[in-house]
Each structure stands twice: as C-alpha cells, then as structure tokens.
C-alpha cells in the first residue's frame, strides 16, 4: 500500500505523458473554442469518471485487472477479446513514447544544412533523465523503512534539482539508436522490478517536475497576459482533415483516454492504501491533466493564428518555446529562460519515460 500523495503522483506521471501537450497542440488546427470545450466537457464528465469508474472497478474485484473483471461480469471470450486489443495497443503506445524519448535524448540533430550536430538541450534532459534513476532507487528504499514522507520528499526534490543542474552542466551525447537500446533495457527492468523500487517513487519525484512545470506556465501565462493569436473557430474541414472525428481522436489524454482506464486498474489499484484515496487519485489525477492541456492549448494559440506549428518544432517544443517566451517577456535573462525551456523539455521527456515504463508493465 502506498500513500495517497505517492500513489497520486504515480498514476499522474503515468497517465499524463506527453498526450495531453501533443493532443491540443495538434488539434488547435480547428480554433481553441472547439477544443477548449472538448477538454472541459470531455475531461470532467468522460475522462475523469472512466479513470475514477475503472480504478474503483478494480479495487471492487480484489485488485484485478480490467480484463478478469471483464471475464467475472461478461465473459471469458470478452476477456480475450479485450486483452488481446489492449496488449496490440500497448504495443503501439511503447513504440511511440520509445520513439519520442529517444528523440528527446538524442544528442545530435540534424541542422538546416542537414549535418548532424551536438544538441546540448537534449544532452542535459538525458544526463538529468539518467541521473533520476538511482535518486528513485533510492527514495523508493527510503519510503520501504517508513522514513517521513516530507522529510523524504524534501531530500528528493532537492536532489531532484541538482540532477538538473548536473545535466545543464554536463550533458551526455549518445545517438538516437544509443538511446533506443538503453531504452528498451530500462523499461525491462522496471516493468519486472517491485512496483515500489523503481516505478512508483521515480513517478512520484517526477510529478514535482510536472507540478513545477505547470505553475511556472500558470505564473507566465497570469503575469504577462499573453494574446492570444488563434482563432476561435477555424472551420470543419481543415486540410482534408474533418472536425469529427479528428478533434476526438487528437486531443484524448486531455480528454478521455482509454490507457488511463488500463493505468487505474492495472497498477494504481494494487497500490492503493484506501478506498477514500480513490477520488483524489482516479478522479483528480485527470482534472489536473484537462488543467495541463488548457496550458498547451494557449501555448499554441499565443505562437500562431491556425494553429499551423511545424515552423517552431514538435509539440513539445512549441509548448516549451511559449511558456519560456512569457519568463522572456517577464524581463528574465537569456540564461534564466534558456533553462526554463531545457526544463519544460526534461519534464516532458521525463512523462513520456514514466508512461512508457507503465505501458510496459501493463503489457
């Protein structure tokens, strides 16, 4: 059994991943009305209900996972039916996060010439990303002998920070492939360690960085007043691609999200101290992520009118170059908003990491 404040930054990191910053920036081709109302709608009356409904489901059946309380209330060709359909999805969901987080790590890229440089941001998101895993190691050692969760979480975040300062400070440069095979072993492991080793404390140390990451937007996007460019509402067909079902399939992480369901019942639950804690961790833990996609979705309408980002970078990075531009515009120096953008990345990646280790496990 885990503490409700542990288990609430585990299932956060491992539902959140980079969906719900891809899935609005993606979608904003469409104006921000329909997906703010998307995220809203969809986020309080489907998502955090079938995360809530899911996870309690399971505790009601002795901590099972979805597919036997499937078998239990339908039947055992349901199960299979139902389980074989979510293994091939998880199998798509590893390749993806796999693909990003390598990406994120790699430490050359290509320039505009097309030669292969050293990328110094992605080398101190890996470097700091390396580092996390003995500090949860630790921390997760720590919370087995019932040190005092402040005292711990203190001495973790602290630790967590320095990380950072050691990958700004030193960045490692592996290629891509490099990072794919170190990858691939690392989600191995973690998927077959105890829960508590390694899963479970590196989510609840990342989900600072997330917290962390949020509010600095939150207090960029307050102080600066940002204008917003996009349009309310682009149109229903935009370049070949429809409203319906684009914009549901797009934004799903901020919304509802069928992995979520998968995270609540398959690893949440046989962690969970208290049927009290459920709300808090299947309920809230989606409320705080519709917060981090209404975050992306003004990210993306202050840095363009149709929502047409491929000019700035991926997802993520239109995200980071927004929010660190608001820290510009509050009259920060280069140095302090080059490092809030290398540390918007790192937890981005970091999120992307903790889903793919979850999905792994959950496969």
């Known amino acids: ?20 910053i891809n899935g609005p920036i993606q979608a904003a081709i469409f104006g921000w009305v329909p997906v703010l109302l998307w995220i809203v709608i969809g986020g309080i009356f489907f998502g955090a209900v079938q995360d809530f409904s899911a996870l309690f489901a399971s505790i009601r059946h002795k901590g099972k996972s979805l597919g036997e309380v499937i078998e239990e209330n339908i039947s055992y060709k349901s199960k299979v039916c139902f389980t074989v359909f979510a293994w091939l999805v998880l199998i798509l969901v590893v390749a993806a996060f796999a693909d990003i987080v390598a990406g994120t790590f790699a430490g050359f890229t290509a320039n505009t010439d097309g030669e292969m440089v050293k990328n110094a941001a992605n080398g101190s998101v890996a470097m700091a990303s390396m580092l996390f895993i003995p500090l949860a190691v630790g921390f997760g050692f720590l919370n087995r002998k019932n040190v005092n969760l402040g005292v711990s979480t203190i001495v973790g975040v602290l630790l967590l920070a320095l990380c950072i300062f050691v990958g700004l400070k030193s960045p490692i440069y ?72 684009f914009l549901f399939i797009t934004v799903a992480c901020g919304a509802v999200s069928g992995f979520h369901s998968l995270i609540g019942s398959g690893t949440t639950s046989k962690q969970l101290n208290s049927e009290k804690d459920a709300k808090m961790i299947g309920y809230g833990s989606m409320l705080i992520e519709c917060v981090l996609a209404v975050i992306a979705l003004i990210a993306v309408g202050y840095l363009t009118s149709d929502g047409a980002y491929a000019e700035i970078g991926t997802p993520p990075v239109v995200f980071a170059t927004a929010i660190s531009t608001f820290f510009a515009n509050m009259g920060m120096g280069d140095m302090a908003v080059t490092t809030m953008k290398t540390i918007i990345l790192l937890a981005i990646s970091a999120f992307a990491l903790t889903s793919l280790d979850t999905a792994t496990r959950l496969g």
């Open 1 to 20: 059994p885990a503490k409700a404040p542990v288990l609430l930054g585990h299932h956060f990191s491992s539902i959140a991943g980079a969906g719900p």
């Open 174 to 245: 592996f290629s891509k492939t490099a990072w794919l095979v170190v990858i691939f072993i690392y989600i191995f492991i973690a998927s077959v360690a105890p829960v508590w080793i390694l899963l479970q404390p590196r989510d609840y140390l990342n989900s600072f960085l997330l917290y962390f990451m949020m509010i600095a937007a939150a207090i960029g996007i307050f102080f600066t007043n940002p204008n917003v460019q996009l349009k309310a509402f682009t149109g229903w067909n935009i370049g070949g691609q429809t409203l319906f079902p």
